[in-house]
């Protein structure tokens, strides 16, 4: 007796189950695969860092790539890894190294930020910075080609959960860290982390007139708490919670120091000219030093 034919739902089904779960494949030497179906790349240590994450139901991006040639590399390496559209993109911020290739991917891909990403984003769109890209790196100009700015269709507040075919993703805003709007992206099941730029890898981050170290110390702990065990930084190679702790040591090492020398009188500008931090002399963007320290004052001094 013949067997029943299965439909074609359930071919087509199990063949999607199998091409999210291909070995790593060559996608180019930028790509790392960190889980089954999940794929992180970043150009250069400085690059932020974008993910491609497969599932039964459609794609879904993490941030668009540091610039349009890299979002052009995702959307090829999607296309090599799956027939599945690209169903959402998440922002883990509104910056332009994060965003500005939105227009690759959307449509079809439903742009999901955190409150307050568009306007940040608007606010701080200058046209003349992709002129000059085009101009410096000639090679952008193709890639550039329908540019347009693609701002979020679906911004939430404090949390947001997504359910992408058999993946979860929750999605945890993280107040006052880097941008106007962080978010964080925890898959609970595969144990992965995307924790935006909170804690660089070995760099001094640009810490804005807003941003709050003990804010940055409250996020890590709360992420800290989730026991990932990757953890994939804004910028950076993906890793651990050593991630964190590295992080929260120099944090709380430059806030002993600018406390003590501010509790000896000095101001803000004598601990800029005479504040040293030898222990962290290898790390990079040193000209961001100033800013870290300007946080800390206003920590300390609250």
Not at 20 to 25: E, K, T
Not at 33 to 39: A, F, L, P, R
Request: hydrophobic share 40%; net charge positive; charged share 25%.
């Amino acid at each position: 007796m013949k067997g029943r034919p299965y439909p074609i739902s359930f071919f087509l089904a199990s063949l999607l189950v199998f091409v999210s779960y291909l070995p790593a494949q060559d996608l180019g030497p930028y790509f790392k695969k960190i889980k089954e179906g999940i794929y992180v790349r970043a150009a250069k240590p400085a690059d932020s860092n974008a993910a491609i994450i497969l599932t039964q139901e459609g794609v879904v991006l993490i941030d668009s790539g540091h610039n349009p040639p890299d979002s052009q590399a995702i959307l090829k390496a999607v296309k090599q890894l799956t027939p599945q559209p690209i169903r959402y993109l998440i922002n883990t911020e509104p910056h332009g190294d994060h965003t500005t290739g939105h227009f690759v991917f959307s449509p079809p891909a439903v742009i999901v930020a955190h409150e307050g990403a568009t306007d940040s984003m608007k606010k701080a769109y200058n046209p003349k910075r992709n002129e000059k890209l085009m101009t410096d790196y000639p090679d952008m100009r193709e890639s550039f080609q329908g540019f347009k700015m693609i701002t979020p269709h679906i911004e939430y507040r404090d949390k947001m959960t997504l359910h992408v075919g058999e993946r979860t993703l929750e999605l945890y805003y993280l107040k006052n860290v880097h941008s106007e709007s962080d978010t964080a992206i925890w898959l609970p099941k595969e144990r992965v982390l995307f924790s935006a730029a909170v804690a660089g890898v070995n760099r001094f981050s640009n810490l804005r007139s807003f941003v709050s170290i003990p804010d940055m110390l409250s996020s890590m702990k709360m992420m800290k708490a989730l026991n990932p065990e990757i953890v994939v930084p804004g910028h950076g190679a993906p890793g651990t919670v050593k991630i964190f702790e590295e992080t929260e040591r120099y944090y709380e090492l430059l806030l002993d120091r600018v406390g003590k020398m501010a509790r000896e009188g000095r101001s803000l500008d004598q601990i800029k000219k005479e504040l040293r931090m030898p222990e962290y002399d290898d790390w990079a963007s040193k000209e961001r030093f100033g800013t870290n320290i300007e946080a800390a004052y206003r920590a300390v001094k609250k």
